[in-house]
C-alpha cells in the first residue's frame, strides 16, 4: 500500500463510508477504489483515469485535490505515459483513402433516392383518392342511422310519463325506503396518529420507534447526499444519490424495521407521512437512522 492509498483509505474510513457506499457516491467501481488504496493501477485503463479517480476519490472525502496531487506526485502516474497521437495518426490516414472511395458513389446514391421518393409520391396520392371516393356512401350512411336513431329516442319520453302516471303508489313509497339508515356515518379509528419516538442514540446511529396503523411515506430532501435504505435481513432497498434540492419518496408501510443511512446530514430534511424526524446528533455529517414500527395497540 502506497502512502497516498493509506492517506485515502484514512479519510475514508473517517467519514464512516464503506466501498460500496464509496462506489455510489463516485460512480467508480469497488475494485478501481480498492486498486487506488492498494496502490495498485494495473487493471485501469491508463493514466488518465487512474488520475481522474484518484481526483474523485479525494473529493468525495473532502480532500484538497491540489495539495495531495503535490504531496504524492511520485505515487501517482503521468499522463505523458498515455501514448495517443500515433493511434490518431493511422485512423487519419485510414479515413482519406475511404472518403476517395465515397465520393465515387455519392451520384449514384443521390438518383436512387430521388426515383424512390417519386414512387413513393405517387403512391400516396393514389391512396388519397382512392379513400376519398370510399368515404363518401358511409357518411350518407352514419347520417341515416343517426336520423333513425334520433326518431326512435323521441318516442320514449311518453313511455315513460305514462308509467310514472299509472303507478303514483310505488312513486311516493320509494323515498321512505331510501331515509332508513340516516345516522350511521363509518367512524374513522381513532389510533391511525403518527407516532415516532427516539429511544437512543449512540454515535453517528439513532433508534426510533414508530406507532402508526396508517401507510408510510418516507420522503428525503437533500441539496448533495448519498441515501441507502436497507430492510432487517441487510438487503438494499434504495442505493441513491440526491443533488439539487432533489426529493426521494419512498413507500415504508410492509416494514416493520428499516435502516436510512445519510452520507451527509448538512441540508438534508428526512420526514415520514409529512412529520419531520431529527437527526440524532447536529455535528456529525454521516448519520444512520434505525426505525422499529408498531402497531397501536
Not at 436497507?230 to 408501510?253: K, R
Amino acid at each position: 500500500m502506497t502512502e497516498l492509498g493509506s492517506r485515502l483509505k484514512e479519510a475514508r474510513e473517517a467519514k464512516g463510508y464503506s466501498l460500496e457506499e464509496l462506489q455510489g457516491l463516485t460512480k467508480i467501481q469497488k475494485r478501481y477504489l480498492r486498486g487506488i488504496e492498494e496502490g495498485d493501477y494495473s487493471m485501469m485503463p491508463g493514466a488518465f483515469y487512474i488520475r481522474a479517480f484518484i481526483k474523485q476519490y479525494a473529493e468525495a472525502v473532502d480532500l484538497n485535490v491540489e495539495e495531495l496531487f503535490e504531496t504524492y506526485a511520485s505515487d501517482i502516474p503521468s499522463n505523458q505515459d498515455d501514448q495517443i497521437p500515433s493511434q490518431l495518426s493511422r485512423v487519419k490516414t485510414r479515413g482519406s483513402k475511404n472518403t476517395s472511395t465515397a465520393f465515387r458513389f455519392i451520384p449514384t446514391a443521390v438518383m436512387v433516392i430521388f426515383v424512390i421518393g417519386i414512387v413513393a409520391l405517387a403512391w400516396i396520392l393514389v391512396q388519397s383518392f382512392m379513400s376519398a371516393d370510399s368515404d363518401e356512401p358511409q357518411g350518407n350512411e352514419e347520417v341515416q342511422q343517426e336520423e333513425s336513431v334520433s326518431l326512435d329516442q323521441s318516442d320514449e319520453p311518453a313511455e315513460e310519463e305514462g308509467s310514472e302516471e299509472a303507478n303514483p303508489e310505488e312513486s311516493n313509497e320509494e323515498p321512505a325506503e331510501e331515509e332508513q339508515p340516516e345516522s350511521e356515518p363509518a367512524e374513522e379509528p381513532a389510533d391511525e396518529e403518527l407516532a415516532i419516538e427516539t429511544t437512543g442514540t449512540e454515535g453517528d446511529t439513532t433508534n426510533y420507534q414508530i406507532t402508526s396503523s396508517e401507510e408510510l411515506t418516507v420522503t428525503i430532501n437533500s441539496e448533495s447526499t448519498w441515501v441507502g435504505i436497507t430492510d432487517q435481513s441487510g438487503n438494499q432497498l434504495v442505493d441513491q444519490m440526491l443533488s439539487g434540492s432533489e426529493e426521494l419518496t419512498f413507500d415504508a408501510t410492509e416494514l416493520d424495521w428499516f435502516r436510512i443511512r445519510v452520507g451527509s446530514a448538512p441540508g438534508t430534511t428526512v420526514s415520514i407521512n409529512g412529520e419531520q424526524v431529527d437527526f440524532g446528533s447536529s455535528d456529525i455529517i454521516t448519520q444512520n437512522m434505525i426505525f422499529e414500527v408498531q402497531s397501536p395497540s
